[in-house]
């Protein structure tokens, strides 16, 4: 039984305020359920009713805190003695975020960790509370600059190591984008900075119903550059919109409508019998652009997982597709499909700025699980494809592995041609300038503000 006295100090404890605590609240959701924070930042504040500064202190804390959580560790180990393993993972998330206001924003220090050292006694006892208040106070001792030169990599010694731990990504990322990169490796620091960076906002206005020019009026967004259907936002709730609520508009970034739009412009041999297949469609996006910009053409969405098929009836709802719930691999569809979408799950190293988490997540273990997935996908739909048919195969990723060492393996197991898919990009309202040296084509956030997509387009002999 705890002593009277302790209790009593124990109700004077202030807990987190709301921004903070909706921050730590997400923290322990990434770390304890594998939740992905731009889903369920939003989702919280919209229940909690939190708005305006409270809502943007929470959103800068989280994403902030997820991007750079490798860095942080690296902080956190150095201050405490001990490697973070050896940390209790709620106490570790506390640190995480006392950290992050200690080194990444202008939150007052005696702020930053009275109110991490008030949430510990609260969750734990004086003891931890204790251990916190040290941890904090160290770190507080140093900015982020003198951190980052004692525990980073020798420049001279490992530019890619030191560069990937400024920059808050794990090495065999930042290694693998400069392999990608390949006679370009400059500019890898460009590329890691551009993922530190919050991206803007893509919609993609409904091809048949809303022009990109009466969406931007609409929603108060700009024209993009390269997608004709693309419009930007600078920032807020898109869920909310109204074009978003009715279906005429989609949150979708724009090198992925570029992708989309490629595939109903690659040219067929023979006439086009309207066949189109999306074999991994989940959430449908792409797969309402392509029916919609189809028209006539009765677009076929295979997803086998139960919620993602639901997403893709939700957002092709009005449009000529049909949603089957199978395994790619095995769909058991009949063959003689004149365009075939593979949009293949991957390690989504594409993506990282929107999914700030997502760095940490993934590691080299996954790829050889996920290349073996891709390959498996692609030989079904280059099977399920007639002669004369395309398919474009697609990565959230720049991975060479996920991509040109998937499309190889294709070209040399199965009877495809390579076709030279870098005009298809640049038929949109803008021609998208340095899309490497072909036939593929491979975006990139720091020189084309899109995520880094991956596209080949492969013709059935």
């Known amino acids: 039984m705890s002593k009277p006295g302790n209790k009593s100090r124990t109700q004077r404890r202030k807990p987190l305020d709301p921004a903070r605590r909706a921050a730590f609240d997400v923290l322990r959701a990434v770390s304890e359920r594998d939740a992905y924070a731009n889903l369920a930042l939003p989702a919280l504040l919209r229940e909690r009713e939190i708005t305006g500064r409270d809502a943007a202190f929470a959103t800068e804390l989280t994403y902030g805190t997820c991007r750079v959580r490798g860095l942080l560790d690296a902080v956190i180990a150095a201050a405490a003695g001990r490697p973070t393993d050896k940390i209790h993972p709620v106490l570790l998330d506390l640190l995480r975020l006392g950290a992050y206001q200690l080194l990444y924003t202008r939150v007052e220090e005696h702020a930053a960790v ?259 997935l891709q390959r498996e996908l692609l030989a079904a739909a280059i099977a399920l494809t007639r002669p004369g048919g395309v398919v474009l195969y697609a990565t959230c990723s720049p991975h060479l592995a996920e991509t040109v060492g998937v499309v190889a393996d294709a070209v040399r197991r199965h009877n495809v041609t390579p076709v030279d898919a870098r005009p298809l990009f640049n038929a949109g309202r803008n021609p998208v300038p340095d899309l490497g040296d072909g036939p593929y084509v491979q975006l990139w956030p720091h020189r084309h503000g899109t995520d880094a997509m991956f596209a080949a387009v492969l013709k059935v002999g």
């Open 114 to 372: 009275s109110t991490t050292v008030e949430q510990a006694a609260i969750q734990f006892d004086s003891a931890r509370a204790g251990f916190v208040n040290a941890v904090l106070r160290t770190i507080a001792r140093r900015d982020a600059a003198s951190w980052i030169a004692e525990l980073a990599p020798d420049k001279s010694a490992d530019p890619i190591g030191h560069l990937a731990f400024v920059h808050a990504h794990p090495r065999w990322i930042a290694q693998a984008f400069a392999d990608a990169l390949g006679s370009r490796a400059h500019e890898l620091e460009a590329l890691l900075e551009s993922d530190d960076e919050r991206p803007a906002v893509h919609l993609a206005a409904r091809p048949g119903v809303l022009t990109a020019e009466q969406l931007a009026e609409q929603v108060g967004g700009t024209v993009g550059r390269y997608s004709p259907y693309a419009v930007y936002l600078s920032g807020g709730d898109p869920g909310g919109l109204q074009p978003v609520r009715d279906g005429a508009a989609l949150v979708q970034d724009e090198g992925s409508q570029l992708v989309a739009r490629a595939l109903t412009l690659a040219e067929l041999d023979g006439a086009d019998g309207g066949r189109w297949l999306d074999l991994c469609a989940g959430p449908g996006g792409k797969t309402a652009l392509l029916a919609a910009i189809g028209g006539d053409v009765r677009v076929t969405a295979v997803e086998p997982a139960q919620r993602r098929a639901d997403l893709v009836e939700h957002n092709t709802r009005g449009l000529p597709v049909e949603v089957v719930r199978v395994d790619g691999r095995d769909s058991g569809l009949p063959p003689g499909f004149d365009r075939v979408l593979v949009d293949a799950p991957c390690t989504g190293l594409g993506a990282l700025r929107r999914r700030p988490e997502a760095r940490w997540r993934r590691g080299p273990a996954d790829i050889p699980q996920l290349t073996r």
